[in-house]
């Protein structure tokens, strides 16, 4: 299964349709939050399944603000973290993931990469596709791929 992971492209698509044009075929999308409106063009660009979730920016989106799925055997949370005060750090994003009892974590916000294990939990923020806040100020978003055997392999990507 190859997945890619992007989060805040707010309302400017561009990368994030060059990304999923450079890493297509594509079996989903998982966007972070602060999409702006965009969720149609996302799923045209990609043609697969798009998961998602609201952002502190997204005012009138009927996406919902959280969700948990499972991604090839694991349980996962997704949430755009504003609500969990991530600028401030992941603490209070861990004491809910250990609450729902979760095993990934994917969030953003912070517009700065992030991937960590901790208490078991695997914690990702791809970063922002279109306004990036880490040095070098690169959009970023994360590939996955899940083999048959259920392993993960993650890759930190930039947009050229």
Sequence with gaps: MKVLICSDSHGRH???????ENEKPLDMVIHCGDIEDGE???KEAA????????????????????????LGGKKVWLTHGHNYFVSLGIERLKEEAVRKKVD???FGHTH?????????????????????????????YVMLIIDD???WKLTQKFVT
């Design 47 to 70: 043609q697969c399944h798009l998961e998602a979730v609201t952002g502190n920016n997204d005012y009138f989106s009927e996406l919902p603000s959280e969700t948990v799925f499972m």
């Design 149 to 151: 055997n259920d392993h």
């Design 104 to 106: 990934v974590v994917l």
């Design 14 to 20: 561009a990368n994030l349709v060059k990304a999923i």
């Design 40 to 42: 149609e063009l996302i």
């Design 112 to 140: 700065r990469p992030f991937l960590e294990e901790q208490k078991d939990i695997l914690f990702i923020n791809p970063g922002s596709i279109s306004y990036p806040r880490q040095i070098p100020r690169r959009p970023s």
